[in-house]
């Protein structure tokens, strides 16, 4: 399916487009809801956390090196395991798409389109999604790693322009709503770190797969960063409506910005890097999906399958009946989602299959 190898600045850029696209739909918004305050601390508490647990993970996957969690499956538990793992993932990044895609397009709808149903908008995605997949993988991640130091660069922007709009004394009481509420609670925010469960892949793909523990770190180490700038944004700047469920908050701070009277009104500009972004978060997640397919079965031409993923993803993004239900998925449904899959499941293969891997190194 990849054509060619991934560089190793490519594939830390792909997995921070991961990442943009739930920072910049209702991420920031969540954090502070749930950590208050103390929002800013939280997350560099569990980028900490997922740092301690991607070094182990990196650890994990020395014992199979150039390999990856499909093939680790099949080492542990035959084809049947392979096949299990590699429809979890395919399950989670269609649910993930499709829960994304109706939160982004309701809030399109809000913004931009009042009068436009959210249907037509999810299949102007939809269709755009369809006509990106007919280009190779490469091509995709090469226009991400173009399309994320744009988003990199609205961020920086809507940081810095809103200085003035800034009252740092929000950040108090510096832990929120106590210890609890902050670090145990707290712990449940490593789903916004979603970007690992790309990386279980990434291995067989990269031109320098040594360098696979470097790309590991410096995504999340990157990825924690980038929420500490949008947050902090959010932080600063507002002190009430985000518990309100504001959509796309940061589309709110954008409108914020003014560099003089010749300047204003960014948020437009802002707005349409982030769809194009959004657009390569769902066409990455399509072929990945379609790359483990692939893998579980053999199969000669997945263009049919990519085709049957994106319906698959409309599909679901329309079963739910309104944005408050949408919103209650990835809020409280999804986030469970992406630990269970992301950690939960991948770090107890790779811990069981190198178990196993000793084990079998003693009898030889």
């Not at 650890?59 to 096949?83: A, Q, R, T, V, Y």
């Not at 210890?179 to 031109?207: E, H, R, S, V, W």
Request: charge should be positive; include cysteine.
């Amino acid at each position: 399916m990849v054509k060619s190898k991934i560089g190793t600045i490519s594939a830390i850029l792909l997995t921070l487009s991961i990442a943009v696209s739930y920072i910049t739909s209702s991420l920031p918004r969540t954090f502070i809801n749930e950590t208050k305050s103390a929002a800013l601390l939280n997350i560099i508490y569990i980028t900490v956390v997922v740092l301690f647990i991607i070094i182990l993970f990196c650890k994990l996957f020395e014992k199979f090196p150039g390999l990856d969690l499909l093939d680790i499956s099949k080492f542990l538990g035959g084809n049947i395991l392979k096949n299990i793992v590699g429809g979890f993932f395919i399950v989670y990044f269609t649910i993930s798409s499709s829960i994304m895609l109706r939160n982004f397009c309701e809030g399109l709808v809000v913004v931009y389109y009042p009068l436009t149903n959210y249907i037509f908008v999810i299949l102007t995605f939809i269709i755009s999604i369809y006509l990106v997949n007919k280009l190779s993988f490469n091509a995709t991640i090469n226009t991400s790693s173009i399309v994320f130091p744009l988003v990199l660069l609205s961020s920086i922007l809507l940081f810095c322009g809103n200085l003035d709009n800034f009252s740092f004394r929000r950040i108090y009481p510096i832990i929120g709503d106590g210890f609890y509420n902050t670090f145990i609670l707290g712990l449940k925010n490593i789903g916004a770190f979603g970007g690992i469960c790309y990386l279980y892949f990434l291995p067989p793909m990269l031109k320098e797969p040594q360098k696979f523990k470097k790309i590991a770190i410096i995504s999340v180490i990157s990825t924690g960063l980038f929420i500490l700038l949008c947050v902090g944004t959010l932080l600063f700047m507002f002190s009430f409506f985000i518990t309100a469920d504001e959509i796309m908050p940061l589309f709110s701070a954008a409108r914020y910005i003014e560099f003089g009277s010749f300047f204003q009104r960014f948020e437009s500009i802002f707005l349409l890097i982030w769809i194009i972004s959004f657009c390569c978060f769902l066409s990455i997640t399509c072929k990945f999906s379609a790359h483990i397919f692939n893998k579980m079965f053999n199969l000669s031409d997945i263009k049919p399958i990519l085709n049957i993923i994106v319906l698959l993803i409309f599909g679901l993004s329309l079963l739910p009946q309104n944005y408050a239900i949408a919103n209650f998925l990835e809020t409280n449904i999804y986030r469970y989602l992406r630990i269970a899959v992301g950690f939960i499941l991948g770090i107890t293969i790779l811990i069981l299959a190198n178990l196993k891997k000793r084990k079998v190194g003693d009898k030889n």
